[in-house]
């Protein structure tokens, strides 16, 4: 069964930087659309960034410019690089994965997304 295991979370000051890794276990992912979301409290689920199978990726706009997604599908790894962070950054952050066939992008829901990790939390201070 596939298993998704996020790390490198933790506290940072404003302006700081952060990798987060999730390592995939179960299935190629190399074939999947891979994701970042994440979850502010009392906020819904958002998408962070995406990376598809064929290595094309997309942001979402709060993100563009200071996020980087990549992946590294020989050790089926996927990784979110995050610079110039924000208190509004602040937030339980989640990989997933489909293997569904949906469009590989940040407006599709998490509900269309079958592998989640348990999540990893960011907390950015000003």
């Known amino acids: 069964q596939g298993q998704l295991v996020e790390s490198g979370g933790g506290s940072v000051q404003a302006g700081g930087s952060l990798r987060l890794s999730c390592t995939a276990s179960?299935?190629?992912?190399?074939?999947?659309?891979m994701a970042w979301f994440r979850q502010a409290p009392g906020k819904e689920r958002e998408g962070v960034a995406t990376?598809?199978?064929?290595?094309?990726?997309t942001y979402a706009g709060s993100v563009n410019g200071r996020f980087t997604v990549s992946k590294d599908n020989a050790k089926n790894h996927l990784y979110l690089q995050r610079s110039s962070l924000k208190p509004d950054d602040t937030a339980m952050y989640y990989c997933?994965?489909?293997?569904?066939?949906?469009?590989?992008?940040?407006?599709?829901?998490?509900?269309?997304?079958?592998?989640w990790g348990q999540g990893t939390q960011v907390t950015v201070s000003s």
């Open positions: 997933a994965a489909s293997g569904k066939g949906i469009p590989c992008s940040t407006g599709t829901p998490w509900d269309q997304y079958n592998y």
């Open positions: 179960g299935y190629a992912y190399s074939d999947y659309c």
């Open positions: 990376i598809g199978r064929d290595g094309f990726k």
